[in-house]
């Protein structure tokens, strides 16, 4: 069974990849790889900010951590995010939440997507709330919360129990007319309580489609109150939804994307937010800097198949990830990255490994392994987003940041400082590194983290 955060003598750890602190002036534990994601956690608390004073006064911003944080990494930014005055989070899974838990993260967490029945009493241990949007699921659950005993769990411990409804994104939720018994059935368990009554949207620029997604919620919202059961936080918006001011914000709102500096592709923001959205900024950039600059001749094949040939003497820099790190496969002779502030072409096929740039027309001295390249971020007056990226390899940013591999360094930046470090596995032993500072204001006091409740 997982332990319990709150128990006496528990042991706690960070279970994902270890993080590794930097002190006040001291440089960073070698990189170990010329390749690395900057994550500004400062960024991030402006973010929110931005967001939560375009919410209606009393809605509770909800920070979805969900994918490790958009592959931002989900420890450091909750901690970021909490220590802002964030009061809950939302995940995809049990482990999910189990980690930030394992952390010491306190504020309440949902966990979004039903977890198996028999790790209900590991999450009510663990002061989660949890989805039921299946009848049989459902049944299940409150079966083995019924089944504990005192020896178990204590005796004042419930587990709150979000229902989802089925509002038509046709993926998961209760049906709005069996809604009722649902709640019923939670309120006749001593150990659950219903806690939230919840949808997410299909297209959330689409007004008409959400418009018909929030009557179906407020089908289920009335049906609760007929029967007299108390009516538990409500959220429907997430940030496409908010953004563009589609979908009624209730009592909550489930904000991802555009906490991490990112409008949702193709989305038309609403007037009232459009200062916010002006002012949010990326939180992630990727850089590297090359394993090799050449020269090849006239003619020669560059990468696997060859998918691109040299038509004339050309300088190739290898740059040391590829798919495996997230990059994808798709970007292959389309993506742009930025060396000295200009942009350079990928050529050749992405390989598990390697993305190969033709810096053949870089004016001034000879690119080398020395130069940094930017492939997401900016250099210089260049910026390359992740929404442009997305649109090189015909897809959408979320999926870009999401599949950043876990075994990129991660650096984490406040105060133009690095203050963290993430990777796989680290020995501390053999001394420092560097971190080059990035520009980034001051970070004012904040408040400390919430209870768990």
């Avoid at 590297?288 to 300088?315: K, Q």
């Amino acid at each position: 069974m997982a332990a319990d955060p709150g128990a006496p003598g528990s042991v706690v750890v960070a279970t994902r990849h270890p993080l590794v602190e930097v002190a006040p002036g001291q440089p960073l534990p070698p990189l170990p790889r010329s390749a690395w994601i900057e994550v500004d956690l400062d960024a991030v608390v402006s973010n929110v900010r931005l967001l939560q004073g375009s919410l209606p006064s009393g809605i509770r911003f909800e920070a979805v951590v969900k994918g490790d944080a958009y592959g931002h990494g989900a420890v450091p930014v909750a901690r970021a995010l909490v220590g802002a005055g964030v009061q809950s989070l939302s995940v995809a899974t049990f482990d999910e939440g189990l980690e930030l838990r394992q952390a010491g993260i306190s504020v309440p967490i949902l966990v979004l997507f039903p977890i198996p029945p028999e790790l209900v009493p590991d999450a009510l241990r663990l002061c989660l709330s949890v989805t039921a949007g299946d009848q049989t699921l459902l049944e299940r659950t409150l079966a083995v919360l019924d089944g504990l005993t005192d020896a178990d769990v204590p005796a004042d411990r419930e587990l709150p129990v979000h229902l989802e409804v089925e509002t038509g994104l046709g993926r998961g939720g209760l049906h709005s007319t069996d809604v009722p018994a649902a709640a019923a059935a939670i309120e006749a368990s001593p150990r659950a309580r219903l806690a939230g009554l919840w949808s997410h949207l299909q297209a959330a620029g689409d007004a008409d489609r959400t418009a018909d997604q929030a009557a179906r919620l407020g089908v289920a919202s009335g049906l609760l109150e007929e029967v007299g059961t108390t009516m538990p936080d409500r959220h429907l918006a997430a940030s496409g939804g908010m953004l563009a001011a589609t979908a009624p914000s209730y009592d909550v709102v489930r904000i991802g994307l555009a906490m991490y500096g990112i409008v949702p592709d193709g989305l038309t923001v609403d007037e009232r937010h459009a200062a916010a959205v002006a002012g949010l900024r990326p939180v992630l950039s990727l850089r590297a800097r090359p394993v090799r600059v050449t020269e090849l001749a006239a003619g020669t094949g560059v990468s696997y198949g060859p998918t691109f040939v040299t038509s004339r003497p050309s300088r190739i820099a290898t740059l040391p990830l590829g798919y495996a790190d997230g990059w994808p496969r798709s970007l292959s002779n389309r993506a742009q990255v930025l060396v000295r502030g200009r942009r350079v072409p990928a050529v050749g096929t992405v390989a598990m490994d390697a993305v190969m740039i033709d810096v053949t027309d870089v004016p001034g001295p000879p690119v080398t392994v020395d130069d940094e390249f930017t492939l997401i971020g900016s250099q210089g007056e260049e910026t390359i987003d992740a929404t442009e990226v997305a649109r090189w390899g015909n897809t959408i940013s979320y999926e870009i940041v999401t599949a950043m591999s876990g075994r990129l360094p991660r650096v984490y930046y406040a105060a133009a400082r690095a203050v963290q470090m993430r990777v796989v596995a680290c020995d501390l032993g053999r001394g420092g590194g560097e971190a080059s500072p990035r520009g980034a204001p001051a970070k004012e006091e904040e408040p400390g983290p919430l209870g768990c409740e």
